[in-house]
């Protein structure tokens, strides 16, 4: 069984900064691609970033310049840092491994979300 937990979410002013975790739990063997997306209320979960094996990573446009993903692999963990943070960014932050266990092939795997606020 594969769990996920992120942290480092919380309040931030506007201009402010936040660096999110997600650590993945589990019988792993490997993990492939990693990625950060977010959801608003009454909104789809969108892709903010994502990472693969190798570091090579992708960005949502409306965060480019301002976030960078990265992972460590010894630790089993990816990280979202998020600089000049502005209100449009509020939401639940959600963290994804495509994840090879002993007893299962690779699949997703889901987060339980991690809230992230931004108001003055």
Do not use: H
């Not at 010894?74 to 979202?80: E, F, P, R, S």
């Not at 699949?107 to 931004?118: A, D, E, I, M, P």
């Amino acid at each position: 069984q594969v769990q996920l937990g992120e942290s480092g979410g919380g309040l931030v002013q506007p201009g402010g900064s936040l660096r999110l975790s997600c650590v993945v739990r589990g019988n792993i063997i490997r993990i492939n691609t990693m990625g950060w997306y977010r959801q608003t209320p009454g909104a789809q979960r969108e892709l903010v970033a994502g990472i693969n094996t190798e570091g090579s990573t992708n960005y949502a446009d409306f965060v480019k310049g301002r976030f960078t993903i990265s992972r460590d692999n010894a630790k089993n963990t990816m990280y979202l840092q998020m600089n000049n943070l502005s209100p449009e960014d509020a939401a639940v932050y959600y963290c994804n491994a495509n994840v090879r266990t002993l007893t299962m092939d690779f699949r997703n795997y889901w987060g339980q979300g991690t809230q992230v606020t931004v108001s003055s």
